[in-house]
């Protein structure tokens, strides 16, 4: 299939035991596994909720959503901390701030490395801000990514790591990546940078 045509043409479908995932595969096995044994047993169990990404009832990719909090000490913007603090009259640096995590977000090996990873992930940041603006009130999205997915997250799509994580990224994540790649980095991102 194209990758113009599905970037014009894919939607968002609700997981259901419905679909047929045996021809998903990611990247990662993990990532794999959990679509096909894990995701639909824990959205019925309300702890994430899963969507496909399909183009003409194809699996492009999925990903899950659940509810988070992010730490007001994690926030590395000091004009961002400043202003938090100030409007909720918030004392203390531990007080949490409420965040949409994306638990997994995989995109099939036949499509990834195409850009159709960083336009789906647009989407879905803009959906979440639609919810912060209508339904319920967040600030920041959350996603713990791979290593060998943090340039994706961070350089590609606007992602801030925690400052605690600066010198482990600057000088090891390329031994990180080659070693584990899927240690895992807390990354987040500000919802009003889509304003």
Do not use: W
Not at 13 to 25: G, Q
């Amino acid at each position: 299939m194209n990758i113009n045509y599905i970037k014009n043409n894919y939607k968002f479908e609700t997981l259901t035991s419905n679909h047929d995932l045996n021809n998903f595969e990611c990247t990662s096995k993990d990532l794999t596994e959990f679509l096909k044994k894990d995701a639909l047993k824990q959205q019925e169990n309300k702890l994430n909720l899963t969507k496909l990404i399909t183009c003409d009832n194809e699996i492009i990719g999925y990903f899950s959503l659940l509810t988070d909090a992010i730490p007001l000490k994690n926030i590395r913007e000091k004009s961002t901390k400043y202003d938090i603090k100030n409007q909720l009259s918030i004392k203390s640096k531990n007080k949490l701030l409420p965040a949409i995590k994306i638990g997994r977000f995989a995109i099939d090996k036949r499509y990834s490395g195409n850009g159709i990873g960083s336009d789906v992930l647009l989407n879905i940041l803009y959906n979440i801000k639609n919810i912060s603006e209508n339904s319920v009130g967040l600030r920041f999205v959350v996603v713990e990514g791979y290593a060998k997915a943090y340039k994706f997250y961070t350089e590609y799509n606007n992602f801030s790591n925690l400052k605690k994580d600066d010198e482990k990224i600057k000088e090891k994540l390329d031994t990180i990546i080659e070693k584990n790649p899927e240690q895992t980095f807390y990354l987040y991102l500000d919802l009003k940078i889509l304003e």
